[in-house]
Structure formats: structure tokens, C-alpha cells
């Protein structure tokens, strides 16, 4: 079994930056494929980054250039780096764990919500223009 839990949301300005931060126990995070999710009111969760054997696997392409996903071994945290924030931001993000990476994990399945077996319960990041 695996815990997550974000930190790190919040209300900031556009343009500006917010890190977040999804704490890991349970098993060390590089064991797991691991991914940022978010999701805005009406509308469904989506993909932001993957990071697969502590190396970034995927960005969505609205926020390529702008987010970074990273992890720390040694504090067991995985971590969304935020910048240049956009009101479309606005959404309540979730970090997800796949302990068994489908043979499709490289195609689309690094995307996709049912990939994942591991859910932290989300943080609010909203961006004012």
C-alpha cells in the first residue's frame, strides 16, 4: 500500500509560481509510476505530467514549458513546479501512483486516469487574472 498527499495549492496571481508537493509512504516513489493530474469545475481529470523511474516522462502540451515534474529520493516527494501561471490553471490537482505500468505506459497510458491505482486526495491551485 501506498499513501499520497499534496501540499502546496493555493491562490496566486497570473503569472506567477506555485511548487507543489505530493509526500509518498508507504513504498519509495521510484518503485511507481507517478503523475500530476488535475481537474476544473465541470470537467474531467486530466493529465499534466509523469515522472516513471524518476525521470519525467510526459507533459500535457498547455503546460510544456511552464510546469516541471521532479521527485527527491531522499524525502520521498514527488513535486510540481508551477510557472507562469494561467487562470485555465485553476483546478483542484492530484498526484496518482501506478505500481504496475501497463504495456501501453509508454503509448497513452501514462494519461490515462485508469493507469493509476493510487490517488492523494488533491490540492486547490486557482490563478486570478
Known amino acids: 500500500q501506498v499513501q499520497l498527499v499534496e501540499s502546496g495549492g493555493g491562490l496566486v496571481q497570473a503569472e506567477g509560481s506555485l511548487r507543489l508537493s505530493c509526500a509518498v509512504s508507504?513504498?519509495?516513489?521510484?518503485?511507481?509510476?507517478m503523475g500530476w493530474f488535475r481537474q476544473a469545475p465541470g470537467k474531467e481529470r486530466e493529465f499534466v505530467a509523469g515522472?516513471?523511474?524518476?525521470?519525467?516522462?510526459a507533459y500535457t502540451d498547455s503546460v510544456k514549458g511552464r510546469f516541471t515534474i521532479s521527485g527527491d529520493v531522499a524525502k520521498n516527494t514527488v513535486y510540481l513546479q508551477m510557472n507562469s501561471l494561467k487562470p485555465e490553471d485553476t483546478a483542484v490537482y492530484y498526484c496518482?501512483?501506478?505500481?504496475?505500468?501497463?504495456?501501453?505506459?509508454?503509448?497513452?497510458?501514462?494519461?490515462?486516469?485508469?493507469?493509476?491505482?493510487?490517488w492523494g486526495q488533491g490540492t486547490q491551485v486557482t490563478v486570478s487574472s
Open positions: 515522472l516513471f523511474l524518476s525521470i519525467p516522462t
Open positions: 496518482a501512483a501506478d505500481s504496475r505500468p501497463s504495456a501501453k505506459y509508454y503509448s497513452d497510458g501514462y494519461s490515462l486516469v485508469s493507469e493509476y491505482d493510487y
Open positions: 508507504g513504498r519509495t516513489f521510484s518503485q511507481y509510476a
